[in-house]
């Protein structure tokens, strides 16, 4: 039997017709989370946004994963994709700059376990797998592609949305250099002292997010040129 959320739409128990959809479940989710944090969210909670009672909502789904499920698909509807153009590299870009833009807006995204998709979050997956397509790769490639863009473009936004940068990573330079003083870090000191103008240099988080992707996309497609 189906255990998916959206496959078991047709399953409604008898009673009054549902005031309600998926959709207007998982908006609730949202406004509650962005608004309050991970913490508000409950049956109880949502029920009151949508005007009605968590025993009602029990039509709709089965408890709190539901409702992360829901909340889930609801944000990857934010997606607005172009057209694909066969350029693997300026198509993964695209996609990765729309998500990361996503994770910003909504940081409690990276918390959300990506166990039941909905018919958006599949359409993301649909779409970076026809982006990465080109690159002739087999489906576990292609797959574990997938993984490795999707989770470094949500750690990143999630250190972003905290207001980190790239260049307080670890403390930040300043910091990194007045350590090396106090122990012995041969392979560190050599990395601050070989150039001091670019040790020093702010990091750029476009850079870092760009730099971060193309190391990671030749790895999984080595044909594809930054």
Same mark, same amino acid.
């Given at each position: 039997m189906p255990t998916?959320?959206w496959?078991?739409?047709?399953? %409604?128990?008898?009673?009054?017709?549902p005031?309600h959809?998926?959709?207007?479940?998982?908006?609730?989710?949202?406004?509650l989370v962005d608004d309050?944090g991970m913490r508000?969210?409950?049956m109880?909670r949502?029920?009151?946004?949508?005007g009605?009672?968590a025993?009602?909502?029990y039509?709709?789904?089965?408890?709190?994963?539901d409702?992360?499920?829901?909340?889930?698909?609801?944000v990857a509807?934010?997606?607005?994709f172009?057209p694909?153009?066969?350029d693997?590299?300026?198509?993964?870009?695209?996609?990765?700059q729309?998500?990361r833009? &996503?994770? %910003? %807006?909504?940081?409690?995204?990276?918390?959300?376990?990506?166990?039941d998709?909905?018919p958006?979050? @599949?359409?993301? &997956?649909?779409?970076? @797998?026809g982006?990465?397509?080109p690159a002739?790769?087999?489906?576990?490639?292609?797959?574990?592609?997938v993984?490795?863009?999707s989770?470094?473009v949500?750690?990143?936004?999630?250190?972003?949305s905290?207001?980190?940068t790239?260049?307080?990573?670890?403390?930040g330079?300043?910091?990194?250099?007045?350590?090396?003083?106090h122990g012995?870090y041969?392979? &560190?000191?050599?990395l601050?002292?070989a150039d001091?103008?670019d040790?020093a240099?702010?990091l750029?988080?476009?850079?870092?997010?760009?730099?971060?992707l193309?190391?990671m996309l030749?790895?999984i497609?080595p044909?594809?040129e930054p």
């Amino acid at each position: 039997m189906p255990t998916s959320l959206w496959l078991r739409t047709g399953e %409604r128990k008898r009673g009054p017709r549902p005031a309600h959809t998926l959709d207007d479940i998982g908006e609730a989710c949202v406004r509650l989370v962005d608004d309050e944090g991970m913490r508000a969210l409950s049956m109880r909670r949502v029920a009151e946004a949508l005007g009605t009672s968590a025993a009602s909502l029990y039509r709709y789904v089965a408890g709190k994963d539901d409702l992360l499920a829901l909340m889930a698909d609801r944000v990857a509807a934010e997606y607005d994709f172009p057209p694909l153009t066969g350029d693997v590299r300026a198509d993964v870009f695209a996609i990765a700059q729309q998500s990361r833009s &996503l994770h %910003r %807006r909504h940081p409690w995204l990276r918390d959300v376990p990506a166990t039941d998709l909905g018919p958006n979050s @599949i359409r993301y &997956l649909d779409r970076l @797998i026809g982006a990465l397509a080109p690159a002739g790769l087999d489906s576990t490639a292609v797959m574990m592609g997938v993984a490795l863009i999707s989770g470094w473009v949500a750690n990143f936004a999630a250190q972003e949305s905290t207001g980190e940068t790239a260049s307080d990573a670890g403390g930040g330079a300043a910091h990194l250099s007045a350590m090396l003083a106090h122990g012995d870090y041969p392979h &560190l000191t050599a990395l601050f002292t070989a150039d001091a103008s670019d040790a020093a240099a702010p990091l750029d988080n476009d850079a870092a997010f760009t730099a971060g992707l193309d190391a990671m996309l030749f790895g999984i497609a080595p044909a594809v040129e930054p």
